[in-house]
T-cell receptor
Framework: AQKVTQAQTEISVVEKEDVTLDCVYE???????LFWYKQPPSGELVFLIR??????QNEISGRYSWNFQKSTSSFNFTITASQVVDSAVYFC???????????FGPGTRLSVLP | ETGVTQSPTHLIKTRGQQVTLRCSSQ?????VSWYQQALGQGPQFIFQ???????GRGNFPPRFSGLQFPNYSSELNVNALELDDSALYLC??????????????FGPGTRLLVL
């Protein structure tokens, strides 16, 4: 069975601070995909990144960066110089190839204060 | 803007009734998945349709059923509504090919309230 854990339920930071959202996953499959989604108050899930299990390179996109470590089954997400518009719930998710199943973590609510 | 639309945006039903929620996928996407998101929780996978056939199912009873049509639209039907069915229902479309994981694009959701 697959599982995604996001231990941080809520995080509050002041604008311009860096913040890291943790994600730990469990799967016995060797081929899988990891995702991060952002859910602003409007409710629509916004795709941020997809990473396959064979690519452990870290990725940077503007103020966003992701650290994938298979050794610790973690896929952490860092926002640099946070902004108020980053306030949302962030979900980490796992898809196992051929499983036709997509497992979301419980989410981390990020509040960026001005 | 993901190109995925859902209707209606909000819906109120009473316990025991039936409901149909609709989703229009991105053009060319052959896969649609439905999720239930209760307040304060992550989305829970209901089922997935690939080329108009059910391709996988989460831990939901048979009163949750679906259809996918050739024109990239799909439906989620829920019979005998229960109070716990109150949630945001999300559909997500993707293009799936063998050996490739799916990047799913989500619609804005339908918020269902069961009284």
């Amino acid at each position: 069975a697959q599982k995604v854990t996001q231990a941080q339920t809520e995080i509050s930071v002041v604008e311009k601070e860096d913040v890291t959202l943790d994600c730990v996953y469990e799967t016995r499959d060797t081929t899988y995909y990891l995702f991060w989604y952002k859910q602003p108050p409007s409710g629509e899930l916004v795709f941020l990144i997809r990473r396959n299990s064979f690519d452990e390179q870290n990725e940077i996109s503007g103020r966003y960066s992701w650290n994938f470590q298979k050794s610790t089954s973690s896929f952490n997400f860092t926002i640099t110089a946070s902004q108020v518009v980053d306030s949302a719930v962030y979900f980490c998710a796992l898809e196992v190839l051929y499983g036709q199943n997509f497992v979301f973590g419980p989410g981390t609510r990020l509040s960026v204060l001005p | 803007e993901t190109g995925v639309t859902q209707s209606p945006t909000h819906l109120i039903k009473t316990r025991g009734q039936q409901v149909t929620l609709r989703c229009s996928s991105q053009s060319g996407h052959n896969t649609v998945s439905w999720y239930q998101q209760a307040l304060g929780q992550g989305p829970q996978f209901i089922f997935q349709y690939y080329r108009e056939e059910e391709n996988g199912r989460g831990n939901f009873p048979p009163r949750f059923s679906g259809l996918q049509f050739p024109n990239y639209s799909s439906e989620l039907n829920v019979n005998a509504l229960e109070l716990d069915d109150s949630a945001l229902y999300l559909c997500a479309s993707s293009f799936y090919t063998t050996g490739s994981g799916e990047t799913q694009y989500f619609g804005p959701g339908t918020r269902l309230l069961v009284l």
